[in-house]
């Protein structure tokens, strides 16, 4: 039995979770800096890492605790070592490097991305898929299409070629006055919408595997402009209330954003999972958490899709240590001086060379 204690710190949620033996995790705890950043409608690079600094400790003594734990009990440390916001990153990778070393333990650094694909790992323990598997990862940071064919094995068929799905679902909620993440809360406003209220273009980008949200943005924003001054000619004398409170509907606006959106990550994943043969679709990361993601892949393949739970979508430390557990059993090892990789894209040669 090998038991890991994960950690987390690349963006704005401080976590710590111990799992055991890449598939069941013992605790998961996330203290979120959301309402932190609400108040900037974005993750303000240093109040995030000034942050993590305060949670660490308190974080990750709680994950011992829930998993009924202590330091003797934990075989191998993991910590993210990017991509993401590197003063972020360097709060876990340093308190990481001192607990190795006053424990004695080995410590892996993990990416990020690796993270979210083993986050389906947790999701369903005992059904091993059936390699070669097509992952979509979408993130507010990341926007990834991946091959894997066997654990360690990935080859990075495209991403965005601009803003990151979440991104852009994060840039239109703050368009449309919408509380901090946009994501959750343009799905929630979506669901009184008319999806086909606004005809959004799907962008067309060089690479076939390849998305593109900042034109979408765009065309929303365009949209989002129009949204006062109707409201203001609804508030004019005379004004046909009704018809100008339909033409300024924000869930209409959000509906038919969510389906372009969802629209072209559907599409091209199902292409890709034809294309080259995948067995099953995996879509993890926070936008993974989209139910009209999730409905619309559905329908368009015949593979089976799995996503992780709600609380496994979004980030979290025990994705890190389901991610070092293959690592630890392919005999891949990290030096202990290894450094923040703000910037680290998944394939098979990261994996080869770290
Ligand atoms: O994986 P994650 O927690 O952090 C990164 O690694 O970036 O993803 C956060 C992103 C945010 O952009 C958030 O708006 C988006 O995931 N998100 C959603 C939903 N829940 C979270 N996007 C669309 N629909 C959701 N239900
Ligand atoms: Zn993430």
Redesign the pocket.
Known sequence: MTTILGIET????TAAAVVIDGKTATSNVIASQIDLHAKYGGVFPEVASRAHAEAISTVVEQALTDARVTYDDIDIIAVTRGP?LVGSLLVGINFAKGLALATDKPLLGIN?IEG?VYSLWLTDPYREPVFPVLILI?????TELLLMRDHGDYERLGGTIDD????A??KV?RLLSLPF????N??KAAQYGNPDAFSFPRAKTDEAYDFSFSGLKTAVMREATVLPSAAARASEPGADKHKLRAEVSIADVAASF?KAAVGALVEKTAKAAKAFGATEIFIA???S?????RQAMRAETELPVRCPPLNL???NAAMIAAAAYYRWEAGLRTALDFDALATWHLNRATYDGL
């Open positions: 690349s963006c704005d949620e993401g990020h979210h979408v993130s507010g940071g990341h990151a799905a979440g991104e679902f994060d909620g993440p946009g994501g959750p343009i799905e969510q990361g926070g936008v958490a989209n139910s009209a993601l979508c979004t980030d």
